[in-house]
């Protein structure tokens, strides 16, 4: 099923439905979803410089809430992490605020998400600074996720770390032994202690009836480059990908997911109209980066790394530029 074939369908359902709390850039996203390859999106022409036969050929939308867009930009980001990967263990942790806060987080998502990023960065980095826990000054890629496998809303923080992290004074690296990065009820304890804080002192209303656990969850995942995939394929590529969507008859939208505790194929059904609002829950602010780097991984410390990967004697590959697919003309087949 294509994705733009059911916004076409269900576009004013949507906005007879969803019109009055649709923000304009949910109308943005199903604007140019169903623009994207379009006439509508632009054109250029495409001509053998052979036989000079032509066409027009009709453009992306560009969107990254579009499924058809992201593939270039992605397989771009996995080959720039892959020059930063270290020979050392890799952990990736996931943040998730609890169910009360997710309708304060919705209805101010740029404030909220921001202070998501800020409070994890700095729970980690005194963590990692603590000499009973690493002593260093570690790295860090986080990726804002607003969504689950069925399409809920759901915010929270994955954050790849390697196992390592640079002492300044003693102008050394410290590697992180053992498989084993730090507890997750210690850190779900100050990330809650320190995002409270922060949205008390941005003004924003905390629901009263909070829950005293949060959820951290820290795994290994082994030389990096397997969470940075994973990452990826949700990064760039959409909420859900269009070969997940099984059927839209009578009104009704299907599509299949996987359940994380069982790992079963299950399915959900929801009205058209429904299913454009679960999609429109996860498409972010206008100009709000959903990645970021940190630490000895952020674009400015680029000479910090490189002596890094000098000491740990890293053999960085040439990066070969990966170009567009190729047009191929009817005369060329």
């Known amino acids: 099923m294509k994705l733009a074939s059911i916004v076409e369908h269900y576009y004013y359902a949507y906005l007879k439905k969803y019109g009055d709390t649709a923000l304009p850039s949910h109308l943005k996203a199903l604007q140019a979803i169903r623009r994207c390859r379009t006439p509508d999106s632009g054109e250029f022409y495409v001509q053998c410089p052979d036989c000079h036969y032509g066409h027009w050929v009709p453009l992306s939308c560009g969107h990254r809430s579009c499924p058809h867009c992201q593939n270039h930009e992605a397989s771009q980001w996995i080959a720039r992490q892959q020059k930063k990967l270290l020979p050392v263990h890799y952990f990736m942790l996931t943040f998730t605020i609890p169910y009360e806060l997710r309708t304060l987080a919705w209805q101010h998502q740029r404030d909220v998400y921001s202070l998501m990023f800020r409070c994890v960065c700095s729970v980690l980095k005194d963590f990692a600074l603590s000499p009973k826990h690493l002593g260093a000054e570690i790295g860090m890629t986080m990726v804002l996720h607003t969504h689950t496998r069925k399409l809920d809303y759901h915010p929270h923080l994955h954050v790849v770390v390697p196992g390592g992290g640079v002492?300044?004074?003693?102008?050394?690296?410290k590697k992180k032994k053992g498989k084993y990065l730090f507890n997750h009820t210690a850190l779900a304890l100050v990330f809650r202690a320190r995002l409270l804080t922060s949205l008390h002192q941005a003004g924003l209303a905390i629901p009263t009836q909070m829950p005293e656990k949060w959820v951290v969850d820290c795994a290994h995942v082994g030389t990096g480059i397997t969470a940075i995939k994973y990452l990826s394929r949700y990064l760039y590529?959409?909420?859900?990908?269009?070969?997940?969507?099984?059927?839209d008859e009578n009104g009704q939208v299907t599509f299949r997911y996987s359940?994380?505790?069982?790992?079963?194929?299950?399915?959900?059904?929801?009205?058209?109209?429904?299913f454009l609002d679960l999609l429109m829950h996860h498409v972010l602010p206008k100009g709000f980066r959903r990645v970021r780097d940190y630490g000895f991984l952020h674009a400015n410390a680029k000479k910090l790394l490189a002596l890094v990967q000098l000491i740990l004697q890293v053999c960085i590959a040439r990066c070969?530029?990966?170009s567009r697919p190729v047009m191929l003309l009817?005369?060329?087949l």
């Open 167 to 173: 002492d300044k004074k003693r102008r050394q690296w």
């Open 237 to 247: 590529r959409g909420v859900i990908s269009e070969q997940n969507i099984v059927s």
């Open 259 to 274: 359940d994380s505790s069982t790992g079963e194929t299950c399915y959900r059904t929801v009205a058209g109209e429904t």
């Open 320 to 322: 070969m530029h990966k």
């Open 330 to 332: 009817p005369c060329l």
